[in-house]
């Protein structure tokens, strides 16, 4: 499949067809996955019709490939916008630990869509030159982050960014991914917004304990 990844604008929000077609695509993979949403069900979603579906975008795997593309560009994009090189590095490893924690919580679709490519077993991502070229800013932004604080010897020498990224990744994915059956189990009737923060809170120290010596 070639890369659809210029089809789309970066920022669909809904003005046009064919970005009522990729949100409603979005929203069905993320509650559907790739073989339990429909054209039909995209086309209904969005107001049209699935012959027009098929003219924006082909066929559904070339819309859900996009929408990979999509929700992986979203979350790369909120990190550059931190302007953390102007942060001391504790602080910039902090800024980025919250904010990464506070993305996966606001965007729930893009965890489900991640989920599901998992356990097609990266199937799509294989196809995709720009997930791997997107991707790469996750590592630079802490390897630049570590290397200052390094510098300083504020951070353990031996920490890499894979590991980092790995550790704040795991945390924030795991809240989302499993608060409906770790709520059930461990923490009914627990206040939603203070069980937040307090995990929030929690994200930021493990990276810390982690990180520093």
Known sequence: MSNPGSELSDNPDGSS??????????????????????MEQIA??????KRMVVYHFKTKENLYLLVLEY???QIRASEKQLSLDDMPPVEALVQLVETTFDYHTD????????????MQRGRFMQQSALLRQVNRSALELLETILERGKARQLFNPTVNARDLHRL???????????????????????????QRQHYRKMA??????????
């Open 17 to 38: 067809l064919k970005d009522k077609i990729f949100l409603s695509g979005l929203a069905l993979f993320a509650e559907y996955g790739l073989n339990g949403a429909r």
């Open 44 to 49: 209904e979603k969005a107001g049209t019709t």
């Open 71 to 73: 929700v992986y560009t």
């Open 107 to 118: 965007h729930p679709d893009y965890i489900r869509i991640i989920c599901m490519e998992n």
């Open 168 to 194: 704040i990744s795991s945390f924030s994915f795991h809240y989302v991914a499993n608060s409906y059956t770790f709520t059930l189990l461990f923490e009914e009737g627990a206040d939603e917004q203070a």
């Open 204 to 213: 930021v120290q493990v990276a810390l304990r982690y990180t520093c010596p």
